[in-house]
């Protein structure tokens, strides 16, 4: 997503009521749109091999001062275009961890007909902790409830079987105490799920570590874009493919529009004391657009007071206040 896209992205959430503080290069944005400031910054550490340090180093980047901006109170949600990796570690420097939060996570809904279901963590956190998928899974719970406004959701742990003993050591200790957790009344929790779950509509939310929800994330998309493909090319492979098609284009693209990653705004990031939202790097400028326009809503609802208030009354808050200086960075992905 270039710098012009954002813009456009910008300018068409302006229109719908947003106000925008967009920080990046100027030069290639152009005059900004009625309802957005801009704020030259053409400095980018989105493709850094190392955020954290690039954080440290490079004050002027457009994602410090962005983050810089929700710490003094200047914005009330973020949303970023470039890296995840940057963005992280810039809303753990300057946003900082809500208390009592082990780790942010990405959460993510997703594009399933019918009913989406949030996918956490798709790739903020490479290596997790089982107190870490306990958390997610609230966060998550909490989310789909004030966003998506799915009514006491259902929760999954992802893992390679349904029985409670199945998955690695992490998985285990996991399910155990998310059980105790359903068995107390403080989330319903369903069990294990495997992979095909992700689309079946078994849970409302599903929770794993970072890596293996991002592993998970990147071949559904793969899949997805290549049974499409297949799809097109076989309906204009012949003239009845092609007649079939057009009696079929109303509701193919009703189809299309349940299964449109743009649809939610991109993954949010959760965790942290403001809300944060990633889109897809090959977002269009509605796509960009739609993301702004979730977190206003977000904000504007209070997400981030939601989580943190379900993960207090799970009494599962770190009791140790989070640090001022973010640690574990070189765990994101």
Known sequence: MGPAEVAAGAALAAQQGARVLLFGPAEQ????????ELVDAPVSIAKSADPARA????????????????A????????CAGGTGAALAAGLFNIKRARGVHRPALALPLPVPGRPVTLLDVGANAQARSEHLVQFAFMGAAFASAVLGVRR???????????????????????????????????SFVGNVEGGDLVTGVADVIVTDGFTGNVALKLMEGVSQTMLRAVRDA????????????????????FREDI??????????????????VPHGRFSREGFARAILRAQRGAMEDVVGATHLALERAEILRRVPASADPASLRDSI
Do not use: F
């Not at 003094?72 to 949303?79: D, F, I, K």
């Open 260 to 277: 449109d990653p743009e649809g939610h705004g991109g993954a949010y990031l959760l965790g942290l004391r403001q809300l944060a939202v």
């Open 153 to 187: 959701p259902r929760v999954g742990l992802l893992s390679n079987g349904e029985e409670r003993e199945r998955g690695n050591e992490l998985v285990v200790q996991a399910c155990t105490a998310l059980l105790q957790h359903a068995e107390e009344g403080r989330l």
């Open 235 to 254: 309906a204009m492979a012949s003239w009845r493919g092609k007649l079939g098609g057009a009696l079929l284009r109303p509701s193919l693209r009703a």
């Open 29 to 36: 944005m152009g005059a900004p749109a009625e309802g957005v």
């Open 72 to 79: 003094e109170g200047r914005a009330h949600a973020l949303v």
């Open 55 to 70: 954080v440290r180093s490079t004050p002027e980047s457009s994602i410090v001062q962005a983050t810089r901006a929700m």
